[in-house]
C-alpha cells in the first residue's frame, strides 16, 4: 500500500498548521501513512500524490501486461475526400471475428445503400450486399466459403463477402486493407507497402 503526500498549508486553520509545524517540524511536503492521519477531526486537505511503495514499484513494473495481438485495418472509403486523397480509416481488432462485426462495430460504412433493414441480410450471406475488396492481408484471411464462390462468381477475385470473411485466429497479427463498397468506388488508387528502413537493408 502507498502513502500518501499532502501539502500542509492547503487552507487549514492556523492552530492545525501551527501544530502540523511543531508537530512533524515541517511546512512543505509531509508524508502520512493511515496510522498518522488518526488525530484529524475535521479541515481540509489536498493530496498532491502517492508515493508507491518500494516493493510495490518494483513489481508493477516487473509485471507490465503484454500487449494482446490484434490485426491492423486500413479502411479506404469509395468516396475521396475534398482535397482528393483517400479517405481511409484505421482501426485494430483481435482476429478470429467476423469481417463485418469488426466493420460495424468500428463504425465503418459496410453496406452503403442497403445498410437499412430488410435490405441485407443480416450477415447470412444470402444477399451479396456486404461486397468488400481485400487489397491487402488475403493471407490473414479464411478461405472462400461455399456462398462466397456462388454470390461472388463473376467479380473479381479478391472481392470478399464481409459477413462470411473471418480474420485471423485470436494470437493473429498483421495488417488488413479494404477497399469498402467497391461495387460503387468512384476513384481508382495505388496501394504501396512502406517498408521501414532497417528491413530494407
Known amino acids: 500500500m502507498g502513502t500518501l503526500q499532502l501539502n500542509s498549508h492547503c487552507g487549514l486553520s492556523s492552530n492545525f498548521s501551527a501544530y502540523l509545524s511543531f508537530k512533524l517540524n515541517t511546512c512543505s511536503k509531509t508524508t502520512f501513512t493511515s496510522k498518522n492521519l488518526s488525530f484529524i477531526k475535521r479541515g481540509k486537505i489536498r493530496a498532491v500524490g502517492t508515493v508507491p511503495d518500494q516493493d510495490q514499484a518494483i513489481n508493477t513494473e516487473a509485471t507490465q501486461p503484454e500487449e494482446p495481438p490484434s490485426i491492423g485495418f486500413a479502411f479506404v472509403s469509395s468516396v475521396l475526400l475534398p482535397d482528393g486523397t483517400p479517405d481511409v480509416h484505421l482501426r485494430a481488432a483481435p482476429g478470429g471475428q467476423k469481417l463485418r462485426d469488426i466493420m ?8 452503403g445503400p442497403y445498410a437499412r433493414p430488410l435490405l441485407n441480410c443480416g450477415g447470412g450471406g444470402t444477399c451479396g450486399t ?31 463477402l464481409a459477413c462470411q470473411t473471418t480474420v485471423g485466429s485470436a494470437d493473429s497479427r498483421g495488417m488488413v486493407v ?14 504501396e507497402k512502406q517498408v521501414p528502413a532497417d528491413e530494407s537493408e
Open 104 to 111: 460495424l462495430d468500428n463504425d465503418i460504412e459496410l453496406y
Open 130 to 160: 456486404c461486397i468488400v475488396e481485400v487489397v491487402e492481408g488475403k493471407e490473414l484471411l479464411s478461405p472462400k466459403t461455399d456462398k462466397e464462390k456462388e454470390h461472388l462468381k463473376k467479380n473479381p477475385k479478391n472481392w470478399r
Open 178 to 191: 479494404i477497399q469498402q463498397l467497391p461495387e460503387w468506388k468512384a476513384h481508382e488508387w495505388k496501394y
